[in-house]
């Protein structure tokens, strides 16, 4: 079974950067699109960034735009999210997930057809 495990998370001020890893085992990271989620709370899961298995097409949402950037090394199955200009709404818990497409894939789309996760990571941002 796939595993994503997480690394990074913590406490940081506005406008601080932190940084995000998602390392995944035991299965061909060329074939996965990688994208990254949080849940704020009283608020419902959203999409973040994705990226296609080549590593070469992103997707972000609005809310993120310009100040997260996603990356994908397939050399060492390896995903990160570089969050930087963090505002207190940034605060929740973040978690990687993997569509596995069974392609190396040129695309990614942020949508819940994700079925691997990490086990999360919290991240606060402080005023």
């Known amino acids: 079974q796939l595993q994503l495990v997480q690394s990074g998370g913590g406490l940081v001020h506005s406008g601080g950067s932190l940084t995000l890893s998602c390392v995944a085992s035991e299965f061909k990271f060329d074939y996965l699109n990688l994208a990254w989620f949080r849940q704020a709370p009283g608020k419902e899961r959203e999409g973040l960034a994705c990226?296609?298995?080549?590593?070469?097409?992103?997707t972000y949402a609005d809310s993120v735009r310009g100040r997260f950037s996603i990356s994908k090394d397939n050399d060492n199955s390896v995903a990160t999210l570089q969050m930087n200009n963090m505002k207190p709404e940034d605060t929740g818990v973040y978690f990687c997930?993997?569509?596995?497409?069974?392609?190396?894939?040129?695309?990614?789309?942020?949508?819940?057809?994700?079925?691997?996760w990490g086990q999360g990571a919290l991240v606060t941002v402080s005023s």
């Open positions: 997930a993997a569509d596995p497409t069974g392609k190396v894939t040129d695309w990614c789309y942020l949508h819940d057809e994700h079925y691997y």
């Open positions: 990226i296609s298995g080549n590593g070469e097409s992103t």
